[in-house]
């Protein structure tokens, strides 16, 4: 990626994060977002009337992905032995294999 490249994405993703916020504050039922922002609260689906993660993916990490270029396939097949969980996303424009958890704003310990 040339300077250029890297300066554009950069204030692409900023404006996703600030987007994510501003969507998330007019969102909530209850006016939380310092709360979540600045200590440890958490997102909770009553408030936003969808799941957490759902709308972190939809508004965060779909769009940051998309900016830097990544192709990837939600929820896809990934066997991890006897386990039937399955990862949140996997980029399928790389030579490796990477795959991705998702979680909610302050839930990042469980990833």
């Known amino acids: 990626m040339s300077s250029q490249e890297i300066e554009e994405a950069t204030t692409a993703i900023r404006s ?12 909530m039922d209850e ?6 922002v600045e200590a440890d609260g958490t997102l909770q689906s ?23 270029g990544y192709e990837y396939t939600p929820r896809p097949y990934y066997p991890v032995g006897d386990s039937d969980e399955q990862p949140d996303f996997r980029i399928d424009n790389l030579s490796e294999t990477v795959i991705g958890e998702n979680k909610s704003v302050n839930n990042f310990e469980t990833a």
């Open 31 to 36: 006016p939380r977002l310092s709360e979540i």
């Open 46 to 68: 009553k408030n936003l009337g969808q799941t957490p993660e759902r709308c972190v993916e939809d508004a965060l990490i779909w769009p940051i992905l998309e900016t830097l």
């Open 16 to 27: 996703h994060i600030v987007d994510f916020l501003t969507g998330l504050d007019n969102q």
